[in-house]
């Protein structure tokens, strides 16, 4: 199943510019189909939803749409476990506030040094105002792998809930969220889980990785930002809801505080659209089959992120290929080429005689887009002792950068090493 580039990198307008978008895992750039959703809602649906009118009836069901596409992505059970947000880090600092009144003295809370901050501090907070312990897992600081024998010895009776990152967004490990699941209901506790770094590399089925919530941005997988929480449908029914009294009373609806952004919604649709289209590409027949045209979109979503997840195993081996040739570079993470599968095409590193900020500036006066910091995994760099040394360089890939790019990259490096 491979990815025709030439038509992928077509669909997404900002790649014009001639610029190596290396900066996907604070955003990627927006896809056509998105683009065109969100202009069409503002053009011809622009409405609160729950009125009489044409224009709010459209709003309403375009919104209902996105939430089964969104569901349908990730393989939730229904769409009403999809709850839209402003983003990830909003809605978990919500969900922790929801889930804290079920927290005594005395229970426990488990959280990663590998873990984006938005999945550590909420939970810290509602820990010290419930009067829970909070208890750390470590992560291999040579290969950046989590350490799941901590996590094993950390689980207890006491243990409420283990939150735990898909993917790193600082080093690109992949977790075994599967088997982590398993430990903490072993141990009675809930999984709580941060994909919005694994989103837009690879497929995702809640069902199958057994977590009981789940968080990701549209933005991250090409679409407008937006944020969206799978929750299990009696989990979200049973959880209190900080709410207005007109509010449904009901998931999803008791969780969606307000007004929406709608034309983000309608784009995190075209985002999925562009997905759905990436799918049937490798499956013509199967689309000319079904006469309903959303029939088979499960398939196609995970036919399109199958195949995305085997060439971005290619870009990772070029990637680190690319980087370890250079003169001072070190990178922090996986790095063994025969192990690319346990992780996504997100490198960190540092080059010596410049810090972190110093390199990107120069990779920016070439047109190379990457980001330098901390990138909110705060956790990581302070782990790894980088963090007041300005953090770390990451250079973050996805489907639609190419081999070229990566050339690119490793030129500009080498032009810098050698001073």
Not at 135 to 144: L, Y
Not at 399 to 418: D, G, Q, V
Request: net charge negative.
């Amino acid at each position: 199943m491979s990815l025709d580039l030439a038509r992928i990198r077509a669909e997404f307008p900002a790649l014009a510019s001639g610029a190596v978008y290396f900066d996907n895992p604070g955003g990627t750039q927006i896809a056509q189909q998105s683009l065109q959703r969100v202009t069409a809602y503002l053009t011809e649906a622009n409405a609160n939803r729950g009125g009489a009118f044409a224009t709010s009836q459209a709003s309403g069901e375009l919104i209902e749409a996105s939430r089964r596409a969104l569901a349908e992505f990730i393989n939730a059970a229904r769409p009403q476990e999809i709850v839209f947000g402003s983003n990830m880090t909003t809605l978990t600092l919500a969900f922790s506030r929801s889930f804290a009144r079920r927290l005594n003295p005395g229970d426990e809370i488990i959280v990663t040094h590998l873990d984006h901050d938005a999945n550590i501090a909420p939970w810290l907070h509602v820990a010290e105002a419930r009067g829970a312990t909070v208890r750390w897992v470590d992560f291999d600081v040579e290969d950046g792998s989590l350490r799941l024998d901590q996590l094993e010895a950390a689980l207890s009776g006491r243990t409420r809930l283990v939150a735990v990152g898909y993917a790193s967004n600082a080093l690109g490990t992949i977790n075994p969220i599967h088997r982590i699941a398993e430990l903490a209901h072993d141990a009675g506790a809930l999984c709580f889980v941060d994909a919005v770094h694994f989103a837009p590399h690879g497929p995702i089925d809640v069902q199958h990785l057994g977590c009981d919530l789940l968080v990701l941005s549209t933005y991250k997988f090409f679409g407008p930002h937006l944020g969206a929480l799978y929750g299990r449908h009696e989990l979200l029914d049973d959880l209190f809801a900080y709410r207005i009294r007109p509010a449904p009373a009901q998931p999803p609806g008791k969780f969606e505080t307000g007004t929406q952004n709608h034309e983000g919604i309608a784009g995190a649709l075209g985002a999925l659209e562009y997905l759905d289209w990436l799918g049937e590409t490798f499956a013509p027949e199967d689309a000319e089959r079904h006469t309903d045209r959303f029939a088979g979109r499960r398939l196609r979503f995970k036919q399109a992120m199958s195949a995305v997840r085997a060439y971005e195993m290619e870009l990772s081996r070029a990637l680190l290929e690319a980087l370890a040739g250079i003169p001072g570079l070190r990178i922090y993470g996986q790095t063994d080429l025969r192990q690319v599968d346990r992780r996504v095409p997100t490198v960190a590193f540092r080059l010596g005689g410049y810090s972190p900020r110093e390199v990107t500036t120069a990779l920016a006066a070439e047109g190379i887009y990457a980001w330098d910091g901390n990138y909110y995994a705060l956790a990581v760099t302070e782990r790894l002792g980088v963090e007041s040394q300005g953090g770390m360089v990451r250079v973050g890939l996805v489907h639609y950068n190419t081999h070229e790019e990566i050339e690119r990259l490793r030129t500009a490096l080498e032009r810098l090493s050698a001073g």
